[in-house]
């Protein structure tokens, strides 16, 4: 089954403990990318990633760090995570998303941090 | 079920009437616009897109209108059942960039 699979679903951290949000696709796509929800926002853009080894910021980048290392997976980290970054998570990717395609998501990483 | 967002429009209709959601996007540059539903505790479900050249789409009980005059897209949803009640939400793209700009979205309730 074509999916994007994240994990943890739901953490609930300590401030300044560093956590990875895990992100992999098997739909073989070039372009992966995070982004965060809002109570009262759109989803907002965090990173993305064209393809292997090559990503860049989106709106919200400050906080967190990426790695395309594979082309399948794509990690969310939080070197030093604090309250504002509390948010539900959702990773996304497309076959290319600069022709203008379908983005499939994943069911969502629930972060709390206290 | 995990809440997407507590201060959304909201949109109620009786079971069996039609729905009609609607977004104002932002950017005249944009040329692919896409409606996600998104239910409690899930994330985004692909449910119909349709690019500029075009005003109007059809899927499954799903229509999508564009309006590039006022920038608006709706979805019309056809004989609403109890299993639409979500989120909705729209996203825009321009061809050649990476960037997708999201609406808040409305929550459909789909009264029995």
């Known amino acids: 089954e074509a999916q994007v699979t994240q994990n943890p679903r739901y953490l609930i951290t300590v401030t300044g403990k560093k956590l990875t949000v895990t992100c992999s696709q098997n739909?073989?796509?070039?372009?992966m990318s995070w982004y965060r929800q809002d109570p009262g926002l759109g989803l907002r853009q965090i990173y993305y990633?064209?393809?292997?080894?090559?990503?860049d910021k989106g709106d919200v980048p400050e906080g967190y760090k990426v790695s395309r290392k594979e082309k399948r997976n794509f990690p969310l980290i939080l070197e030093s995570p604090s309250p504002n970054q509390t948010s539900l998570y959702f990773c996304?990717?497309?076959?290319?998303?600069?022709?203008?395609?379908?983005?499939?998501f994943g069911e969502g990483s629930r972060l709390t941090v206290l | 079920g995990e809440s997407v967002g507590l201060h959304l429009p909201t949109l109620s209709v009786q079971e069996g009437d039609n729905s009609i959601i609607n977004c104002a996007y932002s950017?005249?540059?944009?040329?692919?616009f896409i409606w996600y539903k998104q239910e409690s505790g899930k994330g985004p479900q692909f449910i119909i897109d349709i690019r500029s050249n075009m005003d109007k789409r059809q899927g499954q009980r799903v229509t999508v209108l564009l309006n590039k005059t006022v920038k608006h897209l709706s979805l019309q949803i056809a004989a609403t059942q109890p299993g639409d009640s979500a989120v909705y939400f729209c996203a825009e793209n321009t061809s050649g960039t990476y960037k997708y700009i999201f609406g808040t979205g409305t929550r459909l309730k789909v009264l029995a």
């Open positions: 990633s064209m393809n292997v080894e090559v990503t």
């Open positions: 950017n005249s540059a944009s040329d692919y």
């Open positions: 739909m073989n796509h070039e372009y």
């Open positions: 996304a990717s497309s076959p290319s998303g600069k022709r203008g395609g379908e983005l499939f």
